[in-house]
T-cell receptor, first 111, second 116 residues
C-alpha cells in the first residue's frame, strides 16, 4: 500500500526567505506526482505535476523535483511572500488512477 | 473558463438523514473523482468515473455511499442514513481524457458536510 509522508507538518519562515517542503512515498511505481496548495476552507489548487520520467518542473517561484527511485520529492519556494501561506499537499498517482495524498505541510510566512 | 463546481458548499443534516452532494466538472473532462477530507488529513479516495461508468469505487467506505454520473458530466454523491462519522469535506476533481495519467486533477472547493 502506498504511503505518502510530508515533514514537517508545520513550518514558519520570515518573508523573503527561500524554503523547501519535503514529500516521501513508499512505492516508487508511480505515474506522476502532483503538488497542491490548499487555503483554509477551500479546495485544492494544482501547482505542479511531475511525470515519472521527469526530474523537475518549474512555475514562477516554484520548483518541484522528483527522485522516483528514492521515493522523494521537494517543493522549493523562492523569495517567499505572505500570500504563500497555505497548506501544501503532495500526491502520487499509480496505474490505478487514484491519487494518494500526504497529510500536508502548513506553511506560514511571517511578514 | 469555469472550474469544478460543487454544491452545496455547506450541508448540515441530522443523523439518519439522506444527503446528495453535487459536482459539476470542467467542461470536456471525462474523468471525475470524489475524495473525502477529514480535519488535518489529506484527501482520501472514494470513487473514480471515466465517462458515465464508475471505473473504481473501492474507496467507498460502505454501502450507504453511492455515486452516479448518468450523462458523463455532472456527478452526485449520495449518502444514506448519515452518521456523525460521515462529517468531512467532500471534494470533487476532474481531469481530461483517457490519458489522464499525466493530466493534473482540478479540484472544486468541496462540500463541508456536518452530521449532528
Amino acid at each position: 500500500k502506498q504511503e505518502v509522508t510530508q515533514i514537517p507538518a508545520a513550518l514558519s519562515v520570515p518573508e523573503g526567505e527561500n524554503l523547501v517542503l519535503n514529500c516521501s512515498f513508499t512505492d516508487s511505481a508511480i505515474y506522476n506526482l502532483q503538488w497542491f496548495r490548499q487555503d483554509p476552507g477551500k479546495g485544492l489548487t494544482s501547482l505542479l505535476l511531475i511525470q515519472s520520467s521527469q526530474r523537475e518542473q518549474t512555475s514562477g517561484r516554484l520548483n518541484a523535483s522528483l527522485d522516483k527511485s528514492s521515493g522523494r520529492s521537494t517543493l522549493y519556494i523562492a523569495a517567499s511572500q505572505p500570500g504563500d501561506s497555505a497548506t501544501y499537499l503532495c500526491a502520487v498517482r499509480r496505474e490505478d488512477e487514484k491519487l494518494t495524498f500526504g497529510t500536508g505541510t502548513r506553511l506560514t510566512i511571517i511578514p | 473558463g469555469a472550474g469544478v463546481s460543487q454544491t452545496p458548499s455547506n450541508k448540515v443534516t441530522e443523523k439518519g438523514k439522506y444527503v446528495e452532494l453535487r459536482c459539476d466538472p470542467i467542461s470536456g473532462h471525462t474523468a471525475l473523482y470524489w475524495y473525502r477530507q477529514s480535519l488535518g488529513q489529506g484527501p482520501e479516495f472514494l470513487i473514480y468515473f471515466q465517462g458515465t461508468g464508475a471505473a473504481d469505487d473501492s474507496g467507498l467506505p460502505n454501502d450507504r455511499f453511492f455515486a452516479v454520473r448518468p450523462e458523463g458530466s455532472v456527478s452526485t454523491l449520495k449518502i444514506q442514513r448519515t452518521e456523525r462519522g460521515d462529517s468531512a469535506v467532500y471534494l470533487c476533481a476532474s481531469s481530461s481524457g483517457r490519458s489522464s495519467y499525466n493530466s493534473p486533477l482540478h479540484f472544486g472547493n468541496g462540500t463541508r458536510l456536518t452530521v449532528t
